[in-house]
């Protein structure tokens, strides 16, 4: 096999190498991300097949020919290399827009150059046939455009250089493989300009088609199998820094190694990143040192991870104002080993508050903003099992609005509104802070009283029942005045069973006031209940 056959068969395996770097950025779907990686590599094929073409031709015409398809490639490689880097460097020098399309115009118009050459030979000049080697060469002197290009060439080279150099000494442990293999194909091409400045090759044959394709081959493999390095820097800020949650990275010992701006923002510098002391989170944070010790010890299993097995409810921290739940997950090794924490607060305050309004609504009356049926009886019960506990009394008293009806039918319901307010509100100025008053329904309404004797329970209920006809509720410019008819009991501990039986008795003395005239207390009495005259003392509490 001759030389020029042999170079041919290369140089179409190269380019057809190119090629199947295109197609497996297509296969992985990725041509549309990828736009300056695959036309890297159709660039480093065009220059394989053009210089192919150019050296198994013969005549001068058939040469100008293939110069012109391998310039299709070589003027888009320096220009679609400083791509690659601007996409790694998004936020860096290359980050803005404006000069891919300056870049991109000298591409196109140097292509244009030594398309339109014979009309002005700003590229090529003086074009003739060496016969020195052992195939037909043609050689050209350089035009000014020739030279222009070269340094462009250089330049942009060079800004991928140092592109990747930057980002390969700031880069962590995780990074630093990937980002080195850049670096290192972004100086490949200075391997080809060097051999062919040197002259070791014979007949002035071009080494570039075949380093090309070795370039675009490790970009390949740094850009899409180690990670889609070009966005590593992005992914961590977008996931780490800029989410809206703090996040802290502790090691095996719980010293902070990092923490994102929003964990900067809620607890200052932590991590010597950011100008703390790094030392333990529990020195700082008791709270949140303590949570290390609730992780799994053991790393997850298979089911765990595949299924997503649910733990207990993360805990809640409380910082001003604001809630924050608090998660805490360990870190391993390859080795499954523990190697240190990761710890997310979430800002949670609007679904605290949001819960805590669902648990008011649960369980308070909307109107008068005091418990309502369910939630007062309760609490009765945890009462009446306290004072069975502890051997006490418990005392409770119930009480209806005399003639309410006449107030909603007169004034209209949202006077009776009015008065229901206003009623909750008086009647929880007469009792301890230890009773509870809840809401039974419509105007009935009762009151538990801990520890109370039966005299206890008297002296309240007439407090309560004098408090309710005192009261005058202004409604437009006339003074609304109601009654209650009151009804109390108290049972010692031998005798609770459960509040139902409390509540029945002090009900049924209730219904005896009313039936009796209202305005009025009356105490259930197991034999007979006993009324007390409107405007009693009683006993004093």
């Avoid at 990761?342 to 903003?369: F, G, H, N």
Wanted: hydrophobic share 50%; with cysteine; glycine share 8%.
């Amino acid at each position: 096999m001759t030389l020029q056959l042999t170079l041919v068969v290369l140089l179409w395996a190269v380019g057809l190498g190119a090629l199947g770097v295109w197609a497996q950025v297509w296969r992985r779907g990725q041509l549309a991300r990828r736009p300056a990686l695959w036309l890297a590599a159709w660039a480093a094929a065009l220059y394989a097949f053009g210089y192919s073409l150019e050296i198994s031709g013969d005549s001068l015409a058939w040469i100008r020919f293939a110069v012109t398809v391998e310039y299709l490639g070589i003027a888009a490689i320096p220009t679609l290399i400083l791509w690659l880097a601007a996409d790694y460097d998004r936020d860096g020098w290359l980050g803005g827009r404006w000069w891919r399309w300056v870049a991109a115009a000298v591409s196109i118009a140097t292509f244009v150059v030594v398309a339109t050459n014979p009309l002005h030979d700003l590229y090529h000049a003086r074009p003739r046939f060496a016969a020195s080697g052992p195939f037909p060469m043609v050689v050209f002197d350089r035009g000014w455009w020739y030279w222009g290009f070269q340094a462009y060439t250089a330049v942009a080279i060079l800004l991928a250089n140092v592109v990747f150099l930057r980002a390969w000494r700031s880069a962590g442990a995780h990074r630093r493989a990937q980002v080195r293999l850049l670096f290192v194909a972004s100086l490949v091409p200075w391997l080809g300009n060097l051999v062919n400045v040197s002259g070791v090759l014979p007949w002035a044959i071009d080494i570039m088609p075949f380093v090309l394709v070795v370039a675009i081959a490790l970009f390949y493999l740094g850009v899409m199998r180690q990670g889609l390095a070009e966005l590593a820097p992005v992914a961590r800020d977008v996931v780490f820094e800029q989410q809206g949650d703090a996040a802290l990275v502790l090691d095996d010992e719980g010293r902070v190694l990092d923490q994102n701006v929003a964990a900067l923002r809620l607890l200052g510098p932590l991590s010597e990143r950011h100008g703390g002391e790094g030392g333990p989170l529990a020195d700082r944070f008791p709270d949140l040192g303590e949570l290390i010790h609730a992780v799994p010890s053991e790393p997850p299993t298979h089911e765990e991870m595949m299924y997503g097995t649910l733990r207990d409810e993360p805990p809640e921290m409380r910082r001003g104002d604001r809630t924050y739940s608090v998660r805490a997950q360990p870190l391993w090794s390859r080795g499954r080993n523990a190697i240190g924490h990761v710890m997310v607060l979430r800002d949670i305050t609007r679904y605290a508050r949001m819960e805590e309004l669902l648990r008011t609504l649960a369980t308070s009356d909307e109107l008068t903003a005091i418990p309502n049926r369910r939630h007062f009886l309760d609490l009765a019960e945890r009462e009446v099992a306290r004072a069975r506990r502890h051997g006490r009394s418990l005392g409770m008293i119930v009480f209806d609005l005399d003639r309410f009806k006449d107030v909603n039918d007169t004034f209209g319901h949202h006077a009776g509104d009015a008065v229901l307010r206003a009623v909750a509100k008086a009647v929880e100025a007469q009792v301890r802070s230890s009773d509870m008053i809840g809401r039974l329904g419509g105007e009935e309404f009762a009151v538990v009283l801990p520890e109370s004797t039966m005299d206890d329970v008297a002296y309240v209920a007439e407090r309560v029942r004098s408090a309710i006809a005192e009261l005058a509720v202004p409604i437009g410019r006339v003074g609304v005045r109601v009654s209650a008819s009151v009804g109390g009991c108290s049972l010692q501990a031998n005798e609770l069973r459960e509040v139902g039986e409390l509540l029945m008795r002090a009900d049924h003395a209730q219904y005896q006031a009313k039936g009796a005239g209202g305005n009025r207390v009356v105490l259930y009495d197991v034999a007979t209940p006993v009324p007390v005259a409107a405007g009693a003392t009683g006993v004093g509490r």
